[in-house]
């Protein structure tokens, strides 16, 4: 599976921002996908994932962020919403098929004033 990632950037705090992975097959073929990020100098963690019934995130996003998936346009978003500078990180875009895990390119995110 290819994945595509696009709408990283720079915004302030309490901003705004919406990701999207555009998967290179069908999402129904697609057991989860899912937004990781990684912050300078920290591990690549779980940020959200989604299945066909169901959603999950980590603890530090709840309530501010939400992942959703368009299955007509085989694309996974993630809403970002009151946003902090921890938010800062890489997101990647992750999907898992058939025992197969595929990463997309990596999308920038600053949070800064």
């Known amino acids: 599976v290819q994945l595509q990632a696009s709408g990283g950037g720079l915004v302030q705090p309490g901003g705004t921002l919406r990701l999207s992975c555009a998967a290179s097959?069908?999402?129904?073929?697609?057991?989860?996908m899912a937004w990781y990020r990684e912050a300078p100098g920290k591990q690549r963690e779980l940020v959200a994932s989604?299945?066909?019934?169901?959603?999950n995130y980590a603890d530090s996003v709840k309530g501010r962020f939400t992942i959703s998936r368009d299955n007509a346009k085989n694309t996974v978003y993630l809403a970002m919403n009151s946003l902090k500078p921890e938010d800062t990180a890489v997101y990647y875009c992750n999907a898992q098929r058939r025992g197969i895990s595929s990463w997309g390119q990596g999308t920038q995110v600053t949070v800064s004033s």
């Open positions: 097959v069908s999402i129904f073929s697609i057991n989860a």
């Open positions: 989604i299945t066909s019934d169901r959603t």
